[in-house]
């Protein structure tokens, strides 16, 4: 079956960079995808990278992709307060049509 | 207008009740969805509806019965629950149900006592 997988926690300072890692075990992957979740919230959807693409650039997110390794990540640029939440990575395949999780990284950006 | 929009917000049950959770979206979407999400733990799919029509069930227990009476509207009908099935449900949407680009409403938070 599907596992996504991600680091529980991470802390940066504001203005720094961040970046959420994300591994995934199913190679029939075609989209994957970011999504953000402020507390009490839904989700809202960042930005989503097809499996055939190595990188994405959205404004201050960079999205990068090894296939090979089964390796997602999530830049985001000059990070404020206001990015502080938890970020999912997710997966659909061909056969599933749904989405799959992960487990969530808490983001908390420091003043 | 890229809204999915869940009533109520917050609902405290019994567990003797039945109620009912409302999802609206307006995008034109043909797929919807039904998630649960315990307290820092991702979302679970419980349910998709393609079309109207119900294309996944994740074994999801009988108390819980969901219904699409038209391509907008999607309803969780929920009847004698536990206080574990207390959470946050979410509905979403999507153009198809390959999900390209899934909208999320706010959710849902369900306490059952």
């Known amino acids: 079956g599907e596992d996504v997988e991600q680091s529980l926690f991470l802390s940066v300072r504001e203005g720094d960079s961040s970046v959420i890692n994300c591994t995934y075990t199913d190679s029939s992957s075609t989209y994957l995808y970011w999504y953000k979740q402020e507390p009490g919230a839904g989700l809202q959807l960042l930005t989503y990278?097809?499996?055939?693409?190595d990188m994405k650039q959205d404004q201050r997110l960079t999205v990068l992709l090894n296939k090979k390794d089964k390796h997602l990540s999530l830049r985001i640029a000059d990070t404020q307060t206001g990015d502080s939440a938890i970020y999912f990575c997710a997966e659909t395949d061909t056969g599933r049509r749904a989405l799959t999780f992960g487990s969530g990284t808490r983001l908390q950006v420091q003043p | 207008d890229t809204e999915v929009t869940q009533t109520p917000k917050h609902l405290v049950m019994g567990m003797t009740n039945k109620k009912s959770l409302k999802c609206e979206q307006h995008m034109g979407h043909r797929a919807m969805y039904w998630y649960k999400q315990k307290a820092k733990k991702p979302p679970e799919l419980m349910f998709v509806y393609s079309y109207e029509k119900l294309s996944i069930n994740e074994s999801v227990p009988s108390r819980f019965s969901p219904e699409c009476p038209n391509s907008s509207l999607l309803n969780l009908h929920l009847h004698a629950l536990q206080p574990e099935d207390s959470a946050l449900y979410l509905c979403?949407?999507?153009?198809?149900?390959?999900?390209?680009?899934?909208?999320f409403g706010q959710g849902t938070r369900l306490t059952v006592v």
């Open positions: 979403a949407s999507s153009q198809e149900m390959r999900n390209t680009e899934a909208f």
């Open positions: 990278i097809f499996s055939n693409m």
